[in-house]
């Protein structure tokens, strides 16, 4: 199985940043892709970004040019870096592996 351990969550106010990492672990196909989903409160989830190949990447429009994702194919490790964050970037954040996902981590924004 796959193991996906997320950390860098938490409570951040309006203009701060955060970095977001994702250890993978166990049995997955090394070219998959990676990346994040959020779900904001009351609202579906949505994709914010995603990496594959070695530096093809994919933004939502609403966090292009704020959040860098990257990742360190020998330490396995998927991360998220946000910046200039704002009270809608709230959510529980999910990073994924081709069909496996981690448990989340709470982003809260503050105004």
């Known amino acids: 199985q796959v193991q996906l351990v997320e950390s860098g969550g938490g409570l951040v106010q309006a203009g701060g940043s955060l970095r977001l990492s994702c250890v993978v672990s166990?049995?997955?196909?090394?070219?998959?892709?990676m990346g994040w989903y959020r779900r904001p409160p009351g609202k579906q989830r949505e994709l914010v970004a995603r990496?594959?190949?070695?530096?093809?990447?994919e933004y939502a429009d609403s966090v292009k040019g704020r959040f860098t994702i990257s990742r360190d194919n020998a330490k396995n490790t998927l991360y998220l870096q946000m910046n200039s964050l704002k009270p809608e970037d709230t959510a529980v954040y999910y990073c994924?592996?081709?069909?496996?996902w981690g448990q989340g981590t709470q982003v809260t924004v503050s105004s």
């Open positions: 994924y592996v081709g069909s496996d």
């Open positions: 166990g049995t997955f196909v090394s070219i998959s892709t």
């Open positions: 990496i594959w190949r070695w530096s093809n990447t």
